[in-house]
């Protein structure tokens, strides 16, 4: 199937200093495009894949399950690792999830990592119908483009593929599990007002890392795919100047980058 119009994979070849960026379930890199550009016009190198199943159609997505995902970020992250000196992790909701796993598992690898209205759950009574339920019906209703910004879309799926979804909350429980493995410094930002991931999930996040490092911000006027809303370009530069204390190199990348 072809690939959806925005919804392709982007790499960009800069300095020492890698940045990987996970997108979200249903969801395709378009969601994270304009925050790779902008590292990427920082002078790092950015790797920005599209995960098995998600940028083409939802039926495409029924045949995937959680450990396809995860292998094609893990296999972006020891890319990046061959390549450069230093690499941070990003990833919004389940690519949050996905970011948190990288670095329970990878250790030192990840100098650092970003996670934007990270998943922790798949909430409500449909959870637990969903071993028996995903067996009957192929799909409910989407939850792409949660975006308070009037003209803006994301570039998601229309359904959400139920033998997907059952993969997504084992994968969440795996996560859960490994989050005290998590000890690399943590930047979280969320959207109070976030119409697909409660607040409970960045709490449960905070709570069982590991990590010393650890900073929270609200982004209040931003819905779930804040990379895209009002807040965006604060979610650029604060991820920015968290790479910056940690890796005073970027900074030297950025020069690089603009010719200097």
Known sequence: MPVLPGAEPYRHEGGEVGVLLCHGFTGSPQSMRPWAEFLAAQGLTVSLPLLPGHGTRWQDMQLTTWHDWYAE???ALLELTERCSRVFVMGLSMGGALTLRL???HGDTVAGI???????KVHGLAAKALPVVRHLVPSVAGIASDIAK???DEV???RVPLHAAYSLRRFFQVVDGELPQVTCPLLLLRS???HVVPPADSARVLSRVSSTDVREILLEQSYH???LDHDAERIFEESW???ARLAPEVAGEKGIASGG
Do not use: L
Request: proline share 14%; charged share 15%.
């Open 241 to 243: 100047a968290f790479m």
């Open 225 to 227: 795919v804040a990379t």
């Open 114 to 120: 970003v996670v934007v209205n990270p998943g922790n």
């Open 103 to 105: 670095a329970a598992r």
């Open 192 to 194: 109070p007002q976030d």
């Open 73 to 75: 970020v893990e296999r």
């Open 150 to 152: 009037p003209g803006v």
């Open 156 to 158: 998601g799926y229309p």
